[in-house]
């Protein structure tokens, strides 16, 4: 009875290759990465798939951490850090500065919520969240009005600050509140 056996030896042979086929995969891929910007006023973590970009304009450094487009493919959602330090144009005191990112603007139907404290990397900053109108897709037609969402963070740091702001469109911001939050908590200041 040779073929009653038939059933068992290909049995075992599938379990045994299995291990191997599992052996071959690839590991995946991380969920995130470090970053520290050519400038080295900080380091952090960012999601794998995001793309940074440091560049230096008339306020100072910035670095933009561009991640995926809206449904809607009409705003990429992003996160930026900028410093301000005594002696750049148009420096505030990081109280003012917070005052003047929380100014409404009619025109652009622009609103904020409280300001709350937060800690980043044992340094007290102050967090709040804007809302503005943007006519959107930038430079193309038709374009139609869509809400921005802010989640901005202000984080003094000796005599200068960060600002931290992750923007997205009103339709998926609460999707990337977790990335948020955990870029501020393993942000890294360095300053200058």
Known sequence: MPGRNRPWLLLACLLAAAPLRSQDSAPPEPKFKSYAPASGLFACEIPSSWSPVEEEDALGPVAHILGPDNP?????????????????PGFLDAKKAIDFLRRPDRALDRHATPVRPLRVSGLLGRSFELFETRLLPLEQLPASPEVIHHYVAVIPSGA?????????????????????????????????
């Open 72 to 88: 809607a493919g009409t705003f990429r959602t992003g996160l930026s850090v900028r410093w301000f330090e005594p002696g750049l």
């Open 160 to 192: 200068g600050y960060y600002v931290i702001r992750l923007s997205s469109t009103r339709d998926v911001y609460l999707d990337f509140r977790d990335e948020f939050s955990r870029f501020l908590k393993n942000f890294q200041p360095l300053g200058r």
